[in-house]
């Protein structure tokens, strides 16, 4: 049976700042990987940061309540290379985002020497799994019927100032959610799956002009995330 790509917008990479404190702004990866009840994050630890300092995480939702506040205790991450750490937080019991209910946790990170916090990451996530059993498929455990279209293909004539702009893609998916659609395909832009990931819309692996999971196969489910970031191949 041909294989099912799903793009999980709810895993993905992002560059941001983080603000070191005394220090000028510097560039780093933090990635959320979640599933129904674990998240497990990944991030570039650069030049300063080292295991065996003190890490504390909190897990907030949109309504401000704490799910999980704590230490961690990162370790090299497997498959990232030499400059990142990673850890997982398990037994989690969080509101799952479903289409319907797109609810995302705010997931912070801060990084503490000599008891004083010297970085501070955040990055959203909603937590979920995406599976198929036999010839269906499967969102949190419940059988899900996709809804979808292809959108904004190369050579479509939209100016990229406004296919990135996040109001063009609040509108158009919006607009989409309004016709009962419920994945589509969009371009490779961070505004696109924030919008996504808010309004509650899916989204088809692979990107205009770009590979599926970089051509890799993924055998488990819980590999996914880490083998392929956005991409989970099922």
Not at 202 to 216: D, I, Q
Request: aromatic fraction near 10%.
């Amino acid at each position: 049976m041909k294989k099912v790509i799903l793009h999980c917008l709810f895993l993905f990479v992002v560059s941001f700042y983080a603000t070191a404190e005394g220090k000028i702004k510097d560039t780093v990866s933090f990635t959320p990987f979640t599933g129904m009840d674990y998240v497990r994050i990944v991030f570039n630890k650069g030049e300063d940061l080292t295991s065996s300092m003190l890490y504390k995480t909190t897990i907030t939702g949109p309504d401000g309540k704490i799910l999980w506040r704590g230490e961690v205790k990162p370790q090299a991450a497997v498959n990232e290379g030499r400059n990142h750490l990673s850890f997982t937080v398990r037994n989690l019991k969080p509101v799952l985002w479903t289409p319907g209910n797109p609810f995302l946790y705010e997931i912070k990170l801060e990084v503490l020497k000599d008891g004083v916090v010297i970085k501070t990451l955040k990055e959203r996530a909603g937590f979920r799994s995406f599976e198929r059993r036999g010839g269906n498929l499967y969102l949190n455990g419940k059988p899900i019927f996709l809804r979808g279209i292809a959108i904004n293909p190369p050579g479509r004539g939209i100016p990229d100032e406004l296919e990135n702009s996040r109001a063009f893609a609040l509108d158009y998916v919006n607009y989409m959610k309004g016709l009962n659609v419920n994945i589509i395909r969009i371009p490779d832009s961070e505004a696109w799956f924030d919008v996504c990931d808010e309004l509650g819309m899916m989204v088809f692996g692979g990107n205009y002009s770009g590979k599926v999971a970089g051509g890799e196969k993924v055998e488990s489910q819980t590999k996914a995330g880490d083998e392929n970031r956005r991409r989970v191949s099922l």
